[in-house]
C-alpha cells in the first residue's frame, strides 16, 4: 500500500511508488517581479480579503521556485499570468512566452482580457507556440460571455489549446462568477478546451456537471481537498462517486507559490479522498500527459 507523502521531501518517494515519471501541474505561477510582488502583498492582507490569513509558502527567487519544483518532481507546469484591467495581457504574453523558451520543462502560457486587441494578440499568441491560457473572472471582473471575446474563444476552440479558468465562486464571488456564465459560454462554443481552476469551488456539483456535459471540460485540483479549502468551502464527499468517473478529465493544480502550506499536503488532501492508485496516477501525471502530448 502506497502512504501519502509526509512532507516535500517525501514527495519523489511517493512519486516511485506510485509508478509514475513525475507530475505535471497546470495551474503555476511565474509572473514578472512587479506582478509577483503586487500578489504577494494582496495575499499578505488575506484576513483582510478572506477572513483568514493566507501565509505564501514558497516566497522564494524565481530561480530557487524552480528548483523546488524540479526537487518535487514537477516535470511540467504552466506558469500563469492574467491581467485585471484593459493593455495588460499583450505585454503579459510576451513576458509568459520569454520565460517558456528560458526553461523548457514550462507549458508556455498566455492570457487575453475583454478587450479589440484580444481578437489579434491570442491567435498570435497562439501561433507563437502557446499552449495553455489563463482567465480569471473575478479578478478580471469580466462576463467570459463579452462580445469582444467571441473571436477569441472562436480561435481557442479551433486550435484547441486549453484554458485554465477561475471561474467558480471560492474564494471570493464576483459578479460574473458561477456556473451559469460558463454554461452559456460553452452553448456558444461546445468544443473548447476548459480547466476548471479549483474544480470550481464552491459550486462542485455543477461544475461537475458542466465536466459530465462537455467533452473538452476539465477539472484542476488546485487547493482542493486541502484543510485550508475544507474550513472555508468543504466538499460533499456525497460527490466523490462523480469524481471518481470523471478520473480522466481531472488534472493536477496548486497554485504553487502562493500557497499557505507545503506542495506535499495538496498531494496527501488528494490520496485521502481514498479514489485510489489508479486515480492518483492519471491526475498526478496521465491525465496532463495526454494533454499536453508528454512523455516520461
Not at 486550435?159 to 477561475?166: D, K, Q, R, S
Not at 451559469?180 to 456539483?205: C, D, F, S
Request: charge should be negative; glycine fraction near 8%.
Amino acid at each position: 500500500m502506497v502512504h501519502p507523502p509526509v512532507d516535500d521531501a517525501d514527495v519523489p518517494r511517493y512519486l516511485a511508488e506510485l509508478g509514475i515519471p513525475g507530475m505535471v501541474d497546470v495551474h503555476v505561477h511565474f509572473m514578472p517581479e512587479r506582478v509577483q510582488a503586487a500578489v504577494w502583498a494582496y495575499f499578505a492582507q488575506a484576513e483582510t480579503h478572506y477572513g483568514a490569513p493566507w501565509p505564501v509558502t514558497y516566497p522564494g527567487t524565481v530561480d530557487e521556485r524552480l528548483a523546488q519544483l524540479a526537487q518535487l518532481g514537477v516535470r511540467a507546469f504552466s506558469a500563469l499570468n492574467y491581467p485585471h484591467k484593459p493593455g495588460m495581457a499583450a505585454g503579459l504574453n510576451d513576458w509568459s512566452a520569454a520565460f517558456a523558451q528560458d526553461h523548457p520543462q514550462v507549458l508556455q502560457s498566455a492570457t487575453f482580457f475583454p478587450e479589440p486587441e484580444a481578437a489579434d494578440y491570442v491567435p498570435a499568441a497562439i501561433g507563437a507556440g502557446a499552449r495553455v491560457f489563463k482567465v480569471h473572472v473575478q479578478v478580471g471582473s469580466f462576463d467570459p460571455r463579452h462580445p469582444l471575446l467571441e473571436p477569441v474563444w472562436a480561435a481557442l476552440q479551433d486550435a484547441g489549446t486549453p484554458v485554465v479558468i477561475h471561474c467558480g465562486s471560492g474564494p471570493l464571488a464576483g459578479e460574473h462568477t458561477g456556473p451559469a456564465p460558463m454554461a452559456g459560454l460553452l452553448q456558444r462554443h461546445p468544443r473548447l478546451q476548459l480547466v476548471i481552476a479549483h474544480l470550481g469551488m464552491p459550486e462542485y456539483a455543477e461544475f461537475l456537471t458542466l465536466a459530465e456535459t462537455y467533452d473538452g471540460v476539465r477539472l484542476d485540483t488546485t487547493m482542493f481537498a486541502t484543510d485550508f479549502t475544507e474550513a472555508l468551502m468543504p466538499f460533499d464527499r456525497a460527490l466523490l462517486p462523480r469524481l471518481a468517473a470523471l478520473g480522466d478529465k481531472v488534472l493536477l493544480g496548486s497554485d504553487f507559490p502562493t500557497i499557505p502550506y507545503p506542495y506535499a499536503h495538496q498531494l496527501a488532501a488528494l490520496h485521502r479522498l481514498g479514489l485510489g492508485e489508479g486515480w492518483l496516477r492519471s491526475v498526478l501525471w496521465g491525465n496532463g500527459a495526454r494533454l499536453f502530448g508528454l512523455t516520461p
